[in-house]
């Protein structure tokens, strides 16, 4: 059973270009939550997604950023004309059902913008 | 405003020994608490857990005790084994439908042999 796969792992973007991160949780899992590492810090939850829905986006810049679930294909986080703030490693978790599951984590994307 | 804490940013211990990993937390709502191992370029790895209505949960060589009273969590590992070097986050949930989790900064735990 293939765990959580996020791609691309690495990701280059200049400043005011745009960032598509994918993510394909785990077989079976139809609960998606995207979670933010900058240097130093713990993970800061960002977005929770269930297919063709986004049940809590409290973490969610207000500006810029949004995340999908399509009904087919890996969830998508977005984020729109990249600042050097937005440098970070970007999560993938994901889980069977909501509540008490074990959310397991994707290897992460590193974003860096110049 | 952070509200769950791991005080101590890295630990080393010899191997074979016990090492124990603490977190406090201000949030009295949250009632489930997990442990997540990650290695470097690589993401968190699920360790254990334990609900607010315990006060220990075993798995192996790894142990994790809950005080509700003090808000303090611990994970003991013993023995401690050279590949348990890593960073080690806990982190926290309120159980209202999304189970997002708040993370505690990490603890560099290093295993010396």
């Known amino acids: 059973n293939a765990g959580v796969m996020q791609n691309p792992r690495h990701l280059v973007r200049r400043r005011g270009q745009e960032a598509r991160l994918r993510c394909s949780p785990m077989?079976?899992?139809?609960?998606v939550y995207w979670y933010r590492q900058l240097p130093e810090e713990g993970l800061k939850f960002m977005v929770y997604?269930?297919?063709?829905?986004?049940?809590?986006e409290s973490g969610m810049p207000k500006e810029r950023f949004s995340a999908e679930f399509p009904k087919e294909g890996p969830s998508i986080l977005r984020i729109q004309q990249v600042v050097r703030g937005d440098s970070a490693a970007y999560f993938c978790?994901?889980?069977?059902?909501?509540?008490?599951?074990?959310?397991?984590f994707g290897p992460g994307t590193r974003l860096t913008v110049l | 405003d952070q509200q769950v804490k791991q005080n101590s940013p890295s630990l080393s211990v010899q191997e074979g020994r016990i090492s124990i990993l603490n977190c406090d937390y201000t949030?009295?709502?949250?009632?489930?608490f997990l442990w997540y191992k990650k290695y470097p370029a690589e993401g968190p790895t699920f360790l254990i857990s334990?609900?607010?209505?315990?006060d220990k949960n075993e798995d192996g060589r790894f142990t994790v005790f809950l005080n509700k009273s003090a808000k303090h969590l611990s994970l003991h590992i013993v023995p401690s084994q050279p590949g348990d070097s890593a960073v080690y986050f806990c982190?926290?949930?309120?159980?209202?439908?999304?189970?997002?989790?708040?993370f505690g900064q990490g603890t560099r735990l290093t295993i010396n042999p």
């Open positions: 978790a994901s889980s069977p059902a909501r509540g008490r599951d074990t959310q397991y």
């Open positions: 077989k079976g899992h139809s609960h």
């Open positions: 997604l269930q297919k063709e829905n986004i049940i809590d």
């Open positions: 949030n009295s709502m949250f009632d489930y």
């Open positions: 334990i609900s607010s209505i315990k």
């Open positions: 982190a926290a949930s309120v159980y209202k439908g999304a189970q997002k989790l708040v």
